[in-house]
């Protein structure tokens, strides 16, 4: 199973610590970038596509790394659907 797999699957069982990092490295498996520039690169971090024409906007969790419950679903939901493409 592809390292990309096992991201998606440890995603798809709504952990409660899945971290921004790994948010982000699996956003970049896909082809997105952090864009860190203008008002994103604050607490909100905009993850962009250019080949596909899509963005997903992520709030940087604080003080702990740990993404809140409802930013894993709202991850789950914009994977499934670059998956269905």
Known sequence: MSKKQKSINK??????DFTYEEA???????GF???TKGYT????????????????RLHK???LNILKNYQVKELIEFIKKLEAK
Do not use: Q, Y
């Open 11 to 16: 995603l798809n069982s709504v952990p409660k």
């Open 24 to 30: 982000r490295t699996l956003l970049g498996m896909f």
């Open 33 to 35: 970038e952090e864009d």
């Open 41 to 56: 690169s604050g607490s909100r971090a905009m993850f962009i596509n250019n080949n596909l024409e899509l963005s997903f």
């Open 61 to 63: 969790p604080h003080p």
